[in-house]
């Protein structure tokens, strides 16, 4: 296991650790499922801050995990996006010419002949890999493996005051079947919740999942992990 790229911001050594530790037995206890490698994500961002303040990029030796930055920036150019993957052809359509309208030049021209070709499809299931490449190089796609998790971080302070403030958790997995990587995030958030729970000894973090569970498998697997808000 390699790490990529971090972001450190404060004290928070102990929870790098603690992030990079928990997915590196994760992988180890499915070598079978990623065979080919892997790459994982996991950013914590304050609500009006551009950049996060806590990030750990990691990836297997080998490599792997083609799609991670694709689904990475797919929740990043959509706000209301809870989770890549989780859409029907119309909904993924209607986002693909949300983006089309942005862009400009040579770019709006090539990205046209991918929406073009997206009408020859009933479902999307059917998306040819041509299409699916090409979406991901403009860091675009509808594999599942990318979860958004609002939380509420409230911290009691030195004066004994409590101070409290919005955030959102991304977590991103590449590398396994679809279904699998959607897997891979919940155990992420999982054992990212209980890292938190242990080191931010004056914090308490609510997690916000209601936009995740109303989707179906989504819904499931935070269920079956048994992942709850606190």
């Known amino acids: 296991m390699k790490i990529l790229d971090t972001t450190i911001c404060g004290s928070n050594r102990e929870l790098l650790k603690a992030v990079v530790d928990d997915l590196e037995l994760l992988t180890s206890k499915h070598p079978t499922s990623i065979e080919n490698g892997w790459h994982a994500i996991i950013s914590m961002h304050r609500n009006g801050e551009a950049k996060p303040y806590f990030r750990a990029d990691m990836q297997a030796d080998q490599g792997g995990g083609n799609f991670a930055i694709a689904k990475q920036r797919t929740l990043e150019q959509f706000s209301d996006l809870s989770a890549t993957g989780t859409e029907d052809l119309a909904a993924f359509r209607n ?5 089309f309208d942005n862009l400009s030049g040579q770019r709006k021209a090539l990205f046209k002949s991918i929406l073009d070709e997206m009408y020859r499809f009933d479902h999307i299931e059917q998306m040819s890999s041509i299409v699916i490449n090409a979406l991901r190089d403009y860091g675009l796609t509808a594999y599942l493996g990318a979860i958004r998790v609002p939380y509420r971080d409230r911290t009691i302070t030195e004066s004994g005051a409590v101070d409290s403030h919005d955030g959102t958790i991304e977590i991103v ?13 919940g155990f992420m958030l999982d054992n990212l919740q209980r890292a938190l729970k242990r080191l931010w000894k004056y914090d308490s973090v609510t997690l916000q999942l209601d936009d995740l569970k109303k989707d179906q498998q ?7 992990i048994g992942i709850e808000e606190t």
């Open 95 to 99: 986002r693909l010419e949300r983006y």
């Open 218 to 224: 989504c819904g499931m697997v935070l269920s079956l």
């Open 173 to 185: 997995f590449s590398g396994a079947k679809a279904w699998q990587d959607l897997i891979f995030c």
